[in-house]
């Protein structure tokens, strides 16, 4: 979304709060410690930092975006409302029974994750909606009332109500959801799974629709809070969310619907990669975004990162799929582990070092924050190491005490493997980068990518300080980091279109499926998105896309197919068939020849159109800048101290490049330019990393 006004952007993760402000001439940034009590102190704070550093006054803001790992974290860390579950009789335990499948067949010792409903607040009610939308058993409303009185007893916060078959026929489930209202008040949240997933398979429409339940009352009482706080500061203008799918949606929206916003940090992320990629000329490239508590990695072509309806949250065990809460809600693809600048460094039982996926967050920190933290962390490692500067991290803001890093080190590691705390300090960052290299790796191989073929995007607060050596790691020969990669995520949010997704489970095969009754539904949900866009959207034009998933009938996975513009009719419906089985011989190697062709499921997005970036041309090559100063730098090849070429990004010429071994170092974040790499700014200002053979191959070319 555009606006000639000044715009504000805030990202808030577990141990950074990111402020962006952004005029027609300028950009301001900071970062400031997430307050965790209350995380809307810390957006503020930001706010009037930048508004003091611009001179601007708040009237002048024209428009708002935010994204939060508020939800996500309540889900995690088990902090959000009381809930209740209400369902058909006979489906109490679905939230327990899952897939019905073990996600680690040979683990004897396996541990699920918990379900966000215990069993006492799950209440069976008769009723039953056949799968054609029939009603086969009323509801009982009585049984109903008996269930609120039992709910009231507990002090239950928030209600999810999912009945069987509700995606096709919601009425029983909005009768239900009258009653208890009425009967529990207007402080009880009430959610039902037809508005918050409407799709078939009961397990992850229901564990959907109780996580919104779960995060509702906070989120809806925290963004409450922000906008009165805004308000005060004479800040009036629109507020915007930004959502998992990499779209923006309403304040109202965001608190009906706030699971749609558990990955909005790293949606925003991915939408720079993509923009940066296009300033480029980059077709493919890895989004690599590393913070204080984790890291994530996307895969983006041609301009546009993978979207998929499926995410998990709060897994027990680490990249291991199935083993936490399901969740149906647009989301980018991506893979997130607990590995960040705040993660904790340990010695295991076999003595390996370890790194995460436990942060020290923002309080108390890490042990050379001097806020009574003592473990050690990967900041801490970076600063010993001679990475960081101890005087100019976040802008200055948070001095670093290099003493208390050291003293964290020898303790947990350096002491325990009788080695020097630079090794111990080299350990965890060897280690860190290992286990992102790992699932980018993994990431890759699953969607049939060779991740030696991307180019990689780095930003985030950590990112740019391991981002050379992961692409060595992992083959990548080209490295870009964005203007302003240390609150890379809140530039991002600034570049995302307004959107809203609307999803439909109507079951059909193509044979069967009634073209006329099909426009009928894509023009209603058509029209459902549009309340929540039009308002938002400022008079931009809007694009609709919409997709189907098929399947071969009798399978119990779809693919994601796009469908053409136009009316529905047969001659379209017969192109879905041949694109689905196009896309279904890409990725099987076959065609199952005379198989009906099942619809499990319409959707609908509609949004504003992002603009174009300009293409950025590269800078001239008129030899290597000089650096005005030089650091000592623990280099682990080397096993010794080595001295690194020191650059303040702000002041390097456009002409000349910078050779490596070499720091080059901004507000929000350091550049690490290993040996054998070069480095130099791009029009667009984008500083641009290339290793020997990436200079080579462009020589040749």
Known sequence: MQSDSARFAADIGGTFTDVVLETAQRRFTCKVLTTQDQPERGVLEGVRQLIGASGLQPSQVGLFVHGTTLATNALIERKGACVALLTTAGFRDVLEMGFEKRFEQYDLYIERPMPLVPRPLRFAVPERIAADGNVLVELDEGEVER???????????????????????????????????????GQVTVCVSNEVSPEMREYERFSTTCANAYVRPMMAGYLNRLRTLLLREGIGCPLLLMMSGGGL????????????????????????????????????????????????VCLIEGGEPERSRRFEVGRAYRDVKGSGLPLRIPV?????????????????????????????????????????????????????????????????????????????????????????????????????????????RVHAIERGKVIGDFAMIAFGGGAP????????????????????????????????????????????????CDPRVTHRSLEAMHAEALEVVEPAAGGETLVATRLAELRYAGQGHELRIPIPEGAIDRRMLDEMRARFEDEYQ?????????????????????????????????ATDSGSATPPDQRDVWEPALGEHRRFGLHRRAELPRDRYVEGPALIVEDQTTTVVPDGWRASLDDAGHLRLRCATALERSRDE
């Not at 995302?496 to 059909?508: D, G, H, I, K, L």
Request: proline share 5%; hydrophobic share 45%; net charge negative.
């Open 147 to 185: 269930a609120a009185a039992r709910m009231i007893e507990a002090g239950v916060e928030a209600v999810a109500i999912g009945f069987l078959h509700s995606y096709v026929n919601p009425i029983h489930e909005r009768r239900a959801r009258e009653l208890m209202q009425r009967l529990l008040g």
């Open 249 to 296: 949606t309403t304040l109202e929206s965001a608190m009906r619907f706030p699971i749609r916003l558990v990955e909005s940090g790293p949606a925003g992320g991915a939408i720079l990669a993509a923009h940066v990629a296009a300033e480029c000329g980059l077709d493919k490239v890895m989004a690599f975004d590393l913070g204080g508590t984790t890291a994530k």
């Open 332 to 440: 980018i693809e991506l893979v997130e582990i607990g590995a960040g600048g705040g993660s904790i460094g340990r010695v295991d039982a076999m003595s390996r070092i370890t790194v995460g996926p436990d942060s020290a967050g923002s309080e108390p920190g890490p042990a050379c924050y001097g806020h009574g933290g003592t473990d050690a962390t990967v900041t801490d490692a970076n600063l010993v190491l001679g990475r960081l500067d101890p005087q100019a991290f976040a802008g200055g803001r948070i001095p670093l005490d290099r003493r208390r890093a050291e003293v964290a080190l020898d303790a947990a590691i350096g002491s325990r493997l009788s080695m020097s705390v630079p090794w111990a300090a080299a350990g965890i960052s060897e280690i860190l980068e290992e286990n992102m290299a790992n699932a980018a």
């Open 465 to 512: 300080l391991h981002a050379a050596r992961l692409a060595q790691k992992l083959g990548i020969d080209t490295v870009v980091v964005p203007q302003g990669a240390g609150v890379g995520s809140a530039i991002g949010f600034l570049r995302a279109p307004v959107s809203f997704e609307v999803v439909r489970s109507e079951r059909a095969t193509l044979s069967s």
């Open 586 to 618: 890409r990725i099987y190697g076959l065609r199952i020849e005379g198989s009906e062709v099942e619809i499990v499921t319409w959707s609908l997005t509609l949004s504003t159109i992002a603009p174009t970036p300009a293409r950025a041309g590269e």
